[in-house]
């Protein structure tokens, strides 16, 4: 069994940066994609950034050019690097991993493996 642990989450003013940690342990996939995601209160969860193992990338519009995901296969770890935060990233924000991401990018709910989640606090 897969276990994410993130951690990196706190509060920033606007403008400021952040980076998220996600810790992997358990039995790691050769063939994955790991992706970050963010809940805001009375919003659905949605796909921030993701990466594949061959170290593709997609992010969502809205993050574009300021975040920026990548993996550290040694120390098993995904990272989601956020640069000019604004209150609009407010969220709680949670690593997901999909085992077996051979084909095009996985939906929200095929993935597999979720963390508990660390909160991001962005104030003007």
């Known amino acids: 069994q897969e276990q994410l642990v993130e951690s990196g989450g706190g509060s920033v003013l606007s403008g400021g940066s952040l980076r998220l940690s996600c810790a992997a342990s358990g039995y790691i996939w050769s063939s994955y994609c790991m992706g970050w995601f963010r809940q805001a209160p009375g919003k659905e969860r949605e796909e921030v950034a993701t990466?594949?193992?061959?170290?593709?990338?997609k992010y969502a519009d809205s993050v574009k050019g300021r975040f920026t995901i990548s993996h550290d296969n040694a120390k098993v770890t995904v990272y989601l690097h956020m640069t000019s935060l604004k209150p609009d990233d407010t969220a709680m924000y949670y690593c997901?991993?999909?085992?077996?991401?051979?084909?095009?990018?996985?939906?929200?709910?095929?993935?597999?493996?979720w963390g508990q989640g660390t909160q991001v606090t962005v104030s003007s």
């Open positions: 990466i594949r193992n061959d170290r593709r990338t």
């Open positions: 997901a991993s999909y085992p077996y991401c051979t084909g095009s990018w996985p939906n929200l709910d095929e993935y597999n493996y």
